[in-house]
Structure formats: structure tokens, C-alpha cells
């Protein structure tokens, strides 16, 4: 499967790996084409109508666009220079193997999209018209037959001829891609969410190759949940670890998150659902939440997580995206002696996807059926059955006279019809349109598909297996409530689970785990975790999280003296009888070592118990040992100081340069001394200095706020008198490692 991050782009194209396969690559096409049919020619027609038509409803029609677009890339490109660097790149991986794999390259798997026409017009967004779902195969190829208002097909006539670029060609596509080694933490609570808005953002766009010939202002909707973020009312981390993630991956994570955290407030919180008018994209639009909002959300995903990436290519119709002169495209008729309006051709395709579905589905028949009445009071009728199999679904064409101008409206019913099975057709409801271009939808003909994956470190002496139960039924489609069970374990970490039900596949399906574990003892332990919705989709992947991704981890830190220290043993135990897991370690800290600390990690299986316990032995340099009882800690609060200076370890420098040594004073002695009444401990040294060498007293504390310190100073005269100086504070620093002491001068003598 395609995997992030981004692998590398070369000539502008972005291209992944493939996380199983490694001589193969994915690569993103850059934007949409125009189709070129065999005369060399754009399969691109626009017919704008002298005499616009009345349709009963606000706007009259102005034109009929229809054209052919898709997601492809330059093959020359692909082959002259992309692929030979993929080749260099795997055989530089490992010079010293002499048969490096076949390099192999694809484009990127879409799973999901729609194809939109928009129009702008002076950089503000009028419309968009929604045209269905792209073939989501080879070259998502979409045809575009669609009539326009009448304002519409002006502005698009301008455009063309004017180069104004008032009209674009979208596609919004989803790919699915595995997670690297990152963290994806997601919160939203209901306590603290009081208002949802959703803006509006303006992007300046002046890539050619992203939007089309011309720069302009993209006015498109913020997130809800990224508003609300910047508000502090949604928490969103990604955890990244080691990994090296571009921006550009970041980016399309943060847009996957918050497009979830998106639909739970739309569902949860919002009243009223989403606007498509200009000023949807200009001005900004707010919703008060439901008063009685009790959801929280919740998002957590890490590793072999799938995830879905949005993906929107676009090209501004105009002379580059057609290849022609504009004009040569543009057909003025009048609809009422236009032999091409008067006989509807529908061109006829199916969404079924054959390869997934295609062993257990015989056939798609679409009943196409025209019948409009004429002026003279007969009717104009027409029926035809069109036939899709996996060996025959390429495009079909349903013909009819149409009775007026105007009068081109048509329906269609459609039956799946199963090679085997308890059920031998399934009726989809009957619909009726004006599409030149129809697309039979079928995108789920009654499969249950699902790919349970864990990741497989997770098994190992405690964990053995993780069973998962499915459960769906749907008794208004007559389809039974069936429970079925897969298995994952260290040989297999990812499992389909597949039925058909010959229904379609639109309501929840339920799915809850159970953990096969194995105690102190050997002995065989099931842990059953409750049943979880997961909504219907074509093709699901729900990753199963381990019992184990909470985790214990505690930071040990030693502080202690090691000028009376030579070693430091800390004994961690940890104790859960009710899940029967039990944990004990021993740490061992040296002088060598210094202060650096040492971690306890182990994973949990009941996240809310964290108590443990401790003792320490502290092995001093006198060959003495002082032993410490059991402590226990009721929360593991993630660091713990040990040692015999839970406050640290203050070195001290004291440097007698200002004392006149060698001059008038022959030797200097320093009486330091450090007590703690609270702790019972008391610090003292003797320095004797000589000639100007500092020297450093180590002060071990209990508690790092108490600070004073006394010392007395014997100065040595050359005359062998002696002066004092005794009585003399001062403070160490609070929670430092370091300090100085000067000596002040002797005292004048008598």
C-alpha cells in the first residue's frame, strides 16, 4: 500500500512508496486533461443557444457543454525521466546487491471524488455544478454533459473567446495512504465548545500548473474544527517521533483529522447543514451548538493506520487546458431547427467497479425510458435495456426523439442481477434526468469488505491473538443478523473479512475484539471489550489497537553525592492482581555514569492503574550501605529523584585569590558548613588552601529551597599570627548545579 511521507518529486511530480513492495512507486498526476479523441481533436463541445430556452424554473438554459476530462500524466515523462531515477535511487540503496528489484511504477489508487464544474468571475466564486464521480480507474476519466443557465453559458462564451477564465474544471479525490511511525491525537469536548463558525479563506494562487493560464483569489471554506482550534476549544497533536514528515504531509494529516473532527460537530453539535451559494464563499457563517451537546470526540491513530488524503487538481478551461483555438469549440444553434437537441444520445457508463465485484455479479441492466407528450397530442416514447458485464461495460448510448425543446428529461432503473446466491436481482430505485452523460451508480452491489489490521510487535509471550467479532444485519432487506469472527495473530497482523449480502450496504456494521492472553501461570485469559458502530463504506480498513498502547513509563533521576556515593540500586515494583500483570526492575546508577537518568517502560492493560513502589540502596565510598524502606507511589507521576540528594547537588567553588596568599598570608582555612533541620542532614568540609587553586565542596540537599550556608576563615600570616573571620553566610542557588564563593580578605590585624 502507498505509504507517507512524500518519497521525492522529480519534474514536479510527487511520487510515494509502496510500504510492502519495494521497487514499486506510486506517483500523483499533476492536473486534469482535456481527452483527445482519435482525429487528434479535444473531445470538447460547447453549443450555446441563440434563443435561450424556458425550463419552468428561475433560470432559462443558455448552452449545453460536454467534454471528456481525466487525471493523467505524460507516459513519455514517466518513462524517459522519472522512471530512471526511481532505478538509481533503489539500486543506490544497496550498491552491493547486483540484482536490485524491477522498479515499477502506477498511479495513485483513488478510492472516493466528485468532479465539480466552477465559475469565477473578477476573483469571486459564483457557482459550482457537481458532475458526478470520476471513473476512479486509469485516468479517472469524468464526462461532462450538462446545461448551463443562461448567465452561465455568457460567462463561459467571454471566457473563451476573451481569455477571462471564468470557468474550471475540479476534481475532489481521496487516496488512502499507511501512517509512518507518528501519533495522531485528536480531542474535542462538549463542556468546552460553545459556538462553531465556519469562515471563509483567500488563497492567492499563481501556479500555472494548480489552477490554469491565469493567477486569481480562491475563496474557499475554513475548517470548523481548525476555527475552533485556533479558539482553543479542539486539540489536535501529531506526535512525528524520529520521522522526517515534509509540511506538505503534515498538511494533508491535519486536513484528514479535521475533516473527521468536521462531520462529529456537523452531526453532534450543528443545527442546519451546508450552504452552496456565492456567499457561502465570501462571508462567514455561523451555527449555534445544540444546548443539550453531551458527545465527545475522540481521535487516536498511530502506526499501520489508514487514512484517507484529499486531493484536488484542477485547470482553468481556456486555450492551454483545450490545445485548440477556443473558437473552434464553440457551436452557436437554434434548438428549435437543431436536429442534435431534438434527438437525445445518451451516453451510458457503470460505476461497478468489475474487479472487486465481478466473480459473485453477473450483470447491471439500466431500463432507460423517454415519454413526453407532443403538441398534437401523440406521445413520443422510447425504452431500452442496457447491459453491463464484466467482459462488456464499456460506454452504451440510449437514443430517443425528444417531443419539444425543453422535454429531454428521462429515467432510469437499474437491476443488479448475481451469478449465485440466496438473492438473484437487486431493484435500485428508478431516477430521472436530462445528463447527456449518465452514470450508472453502483458503487457497493451488497459486499461487506473489511481489512482488520494491528501491528504485529504487539504479539509476543503475553498477547497471542486478538479475535474480532463482526456483526450486521439489515431484516427490512431480508438480510439475516449473521456474527462472524476473523483472527490476527504474529503470523497474520492483517485479515479481510468479506460477505456478501446481496442489499445494498448502507447501515452500520458492528465489530468488538477479544484479547487472548496468557498469565503468570500459562495460563489462557480473554479480555472482551465492548461492540463498536463502524459506518458503512465501500471498502473499510479499521486498524485494532493492541491492549497495550497505554503504556507505563516513568523517568528515574538519580541525584546523589558521589563524593560519598559509589553506587545507587533503585527496586521499581510493579503489582495488578485483578489483570494479573506484575513488573519488577532494578536500576543501577554509578558515579561514572554521573546524574544521567534511566526509563521503566511497559505497557498496560488497565490504564487507570498506575500504582507502584520503590526502594533505593545507596553503596557508599566508605564501604558503608544505607538501605531505604518501600515507597509507594499511588500515580505514576512520570519522573522520580532518587538518591541522597532528592534537592541536588550544588558544586561549590570557593577560591581564595583575594586573600593575599603568598603576599602577607601564608595559608588559608575554610570551615564550611550546610545543615537542613527538616531532613536531619547536616554538610560540612574543611578546605586548606596553599597557594591560589580553587577548590569545590559538594553539597548534597534534601530540598532544594533550603539554601544558607555558614563558613569560618583562619588566615596564616607570613609571621605565623593568626586572624579569623568567623560567622559568614551564604545561599546556594535555588535548584542549580553550581555556584563561587571569593574568600574575602583577613581582617586588619591588632
Known sequence: MLSIPVYDQIEGITLYKDDERRGHFFYLPRRPRVVVGTDGKPEFTFYRYQNPIDRGGPEKGGGYLL??????????????????????????????????PPVTLSAVPFTGGSVQLIFVTNNQFLKAITLGRPSLGGD??????????????????????????????????????????????????STEVKTATMGMTADYVADTSTWGDNS???????????????????????????????????????????????????????????????????????QYIHADATNDFSLDVTMRDVIAYPYN????????????????????IDLQDAPWYRNLDVQASTSLDWNRFGDVVHSVVADFRYDEPRRNGTRSTAAESLTFTA?????????????????????????????????????????????????????NPGLIDVDFAVDPGVFGDKLSSIEIETRYGDPARKVGDVTETVVLNAAQSVKSYRRWIYAPFDRPL?????????????????????????????????????????????????SVDWTTVSSAVVDLEYDD????????????????????????????????????????????TNAGRESGDWVTVSDNPGTLVVGNAPGGVVQLQVDPADTGLGVDVKRVIARLGYTDPAHGLVRAATLV??????????????????????????????????????????????????????????????
Open 689 to 750: 588552601f596553599r597557594d591560589e587553586t580553587p577548590q569545590t565542596w559538594s553539597v548534597a540537599r534534601a530540598d532544594p529551597t533550603a539554601n544558607a550556608y555558614r563558613y569560618d576563615v583562619d588566615y596564616i600570616m607570613t609571621d605565623n599570627t593568626r586572624r579569623s573571620l568567623p560567622g559568614q553566610h551564604g545561599e546556594l542557588p535555588a535548584g542549580g548545579l553550581s555556584d563561587y564563593l571569593a574568600l574575602p580578605v583577613p581582617p586588619v590585624g591588632p
Open 391 to 443: 467482459a462488456d461495460n464499456g460506454t452504451k448510448n440510449f437514443k430517443a426523439h425528444v417531443a419539444e425543446v425543453g422535454l429531454d428529461a428521462y429515467s432510469v432503473g437499474v437491476t443488479v442481477n448475481y451469478k449465485s446466491g440466496p438473492t438473484a436481482k437487486l431493484e435500485l430505485g428508478r431516477v430521472t434526468t436530462n445528463k447527456r452523460a449518465y452514470t450508472v451508480e453502483v458503487p
Open 313 to 332: 487538481p484542477s485547470a482553468q478551461i481556456g486555450a492551454q487546458f483545450l490545445g485548440v483555438d477556443p473558437k473552434t469549440v464553440v457551436v452557436d
Open 577 to 620: 492482581d485483578i489483570e494479573d500483570l506484575h513488573q519488577q526492575t532494578t536500576l543501577s546508577f554509578t558515579a561514572e555514569g554521573g546524574n544521567s537518568f534511566q526509563d521503566w517502560r511497559f505497557p498496560l492493560l488497565d490504564a487507570n492503574r498506575r500504582e507502584f513502589r520503590y526502594r533505593q540502596t545507596l553503596l557508599l
Open 67 to 100: 467534454f471528456t476530462t481525466s487525471v493523467q500524466e505524460d507516459q513519455q515523462l514517466l518513462d524517459l525521466k522519472v522512471l530512471p531515477r526511481l532505478r538509481a535511487a533503489v539500486a543506490a540503496e544497496d550498491p552491493t546487491d547486483p540484482n536490485p
Open 140 to 189: 479517472q476519466t469524468a464526462s461532462v454533459a450538462v446545461e448551463l443557465t443562461e448567465d452561465g453559458a455568457q460567462l463561459l462564451y467571454e471566457g473563451l473567446m476573451h481569455g477571462a477564465g471564468v470557468a474550471a474544471i475540479e476534481y475532489d479525490l481521496t487516496y488512502q495512504a499507511r501512517l509512518p511511525a507518528i501519533q495522531v491525537r485528536g480531542h474535542i469536548s
Open 216 to 286: 486569481h483569489t480562491d475563496h474557499h471554506r475554513t475548517s470548523i474544527s481548525e476555527v475552533m482550534e485556533n479558539q482553543g476549544l479542539v486539540h489536535l497533536e501529531i506526535l512525528k517521533g524520529d520521522v522526517d514528515l515534509e509540511q506538505e504531509d503534515e498538511n494533508a494529516i491535519r486536513t484528514w483529522a479535521f475533516a473527521q473532527m468536521d462531520e462529529f460537530v456537523k452531526k453532534h453539535f450543528m443545527s442546519g447543514g451546508s450552504i452552496e451559494t456565492p456567499e457561502d464563499r465570501k462571508d462567514a457563517w455561523m
Open 510 to 558: 458492528q465489530y468488538r475484539t477479544t484479547y487472548v492472553l496468557q498469565n503468570a501461570a500459562g495460563d489462557e485469559q480473554r479480555s472482551t471489550g465492548d461492540w463498536v458502530v463502524q459506518e458503512a463504506a465501500p471498502k473499510m480498513f479499521i486498524t485494532v489497537h493492541s491492549p497495550f498502547d497505554d503504556m507505563f513509563s516513568l523517568r528515574v533521576i538519580p
